[in-house]
Structure formats: C-alpha cells, structure tokens
Antibody
Framework: EVQLVESGGGLVQPGRSLRLSCAAS????????MHWVRQAPGKGLEWVSG????????GYADSVKGRFTISRDNAKNSLYLQMNSLRAEDTALYYC?????????WGQGTLVTVSS | DIQMTQSPSTLSASVGDRVTITCRAS??????LAWYQQKPGKAPKLLIY???SLESGVPSRFSGSGSGTEFTLTISSLQPDDFATYYC?????????FGGGTKVEIK
C-alpha cells in the first residue's frame, strides 16, 4: 500500500523557518518525481514545488521561489521542503504527492500556520 | 507562467445529470492536463491524466477531453458520491498550476 506521511508543520512566527518532511513507502521512491502542493484554509490547491527522481530537475511556484527549497533523499525514501522567511500567506495545509506530472498519490497533509 | 481558468466555479446539479466542467489554459499545454476530485477534509484524488486517460479504479462515468488550451471533464450520470470540488492542473512545464476549482453541489 502506498503511503505518504507528512510531518514538521506547526505554528511559526513570520520571518522564521520550518522544514517539512514526507516519508514514502509502498512504492519505489526513486522511480518517481515528487511534489509539494498546499491549500490555504477554504481555498483551492496551489502547486508549490516539484523535484525529479534524481533531483536533476526542480521547479518552484513564483510565490515561494527564493524562500523555499525542495530536496529528497532516495536512500531514506524521504522528501523535504525547507521553508525560510515565512509569511502569513504561507499558512496552509501542505501535501506531498508523487507523479511525473499528474499526481497519483497524496499524503494527508501537515498544517503550517504563520502567525505572531 | 501558464494560467488555468476553470468554469463554472460552482455548479448545481441533480443525481443522474450529465455534468461538464471546462478548463482553459493561457497557452498550449498539448495534452498535459490532469483532473482531480477533492472532498472536504480529504486529499485530492487523481481522476484523469494526459487529458483523457482514466486513472485506474476511477468509474467510467468520468471522462476527459481536449488538447491545446481547451479541456473538459464530463460526468455522464452524476452520482451521490460525486458531489465534491474538481480541479484541473497543467503539467506541461514548471511551474505547474491548478485551476481555481469547480464545486459541484446538490440542486
């Protein structure tokens, strides 16, 4: 059974940093690109960042470029999102998902709240 | 960046209705389009990929069509389990982008 389990969310002050993790199991992790997608409370889906299977191709939404860094450790079947200079508008439920473009499996998300 | 525009934003329909949702891309994305269904409190679920390919396990009442800049998701006969919000997403190029969503409500 495919499982994606996000962790690392929480309450953080504006300007501070947070690192999200996503633990993957049930599939061959290094066969798949991975993504972070977020959803602000009551809002739609926003793609945040994606990384190819070998980290050779990485992309970011304009809203997070220069502040967030995606990475993966294929030996640990894990995906990460380093979030710096957090803003109130980064408050959202953050999902990790797998797939080259269309995202077939999703975790249940980890909530990030940016507030003083 | 490629903008994705979905319409309508809300749709009221009855069980058994044929429902069509439209998604337009601001530039050609070939067939690199996916459709997702999301229910409250749940993660999105992939329905359609590559514009018209049905994801394994998804009922055949769901279908997708289109290429270039115009795409549609059709539910041939709406079922009680289908009341949800639907999103399109382009994956032609980074940054990937989602449409604003279409909420399908009970009439």
């Amino acid at each position: 059974e495919v499982q994606l389990v996000e962790s690392g969310g929480g309450l953080v002050q504006p300007g501070r940093s947070l690192r999200l993790s996503c633990a993957a199991s049930g599939f061959t992790f290094d066969d798949y690109a991975m993504h972070w997608v977020r959803q602000a409370p009551g809002k739609g889906l926003e793609w945040v960042s994606g990384i190819s299977w070998n980290s050779g191709s990485i992309g970011y939404a304009d809203s997070v470029k220069g502040r967030f860094t995606i990475s993966r450790d294929n030996a640990k079947n894990s995906l990460y999102l380093q979030m710096n200079s957090l803003r109130a508008e980064d408050t959202a439920l953050y999902y990790c998902a797998n797939g080259g473009g269309a995202m077939g499996y999703w975790g249940q998300g980890t909530l990030v709240t940016v507030s003083s | 960046d490629i903008q994705m525009t979905q319409s309508p934003s809300t749709l009221s329909a009855s069980v058994g209705d044929r429902v069509t949702i439209t998604c337009r891309a601001s530039q050609s994305i070939s067939s690199w389009l996916a459709w997702y269904q999301q229910k409250p409190g749940k993660a999105p679920k992939l329905l359609i990929y590559k514009a018209s390919s049905l994801e394994s396990g998804v009922p055949s009442r769901f279908s997708g069509s289109g290429s270039g800049t115009e795409f549609t998701l059709t539910i041939s006969s709406l079922q009680p389990d289908d009341f949800a919000t639907y999103y399109c997403q382009q994956y032609n190029s980074y940054p990937f982008t989602f449409g604003g969503g279409t909420k399908v409500e009970i009439k």
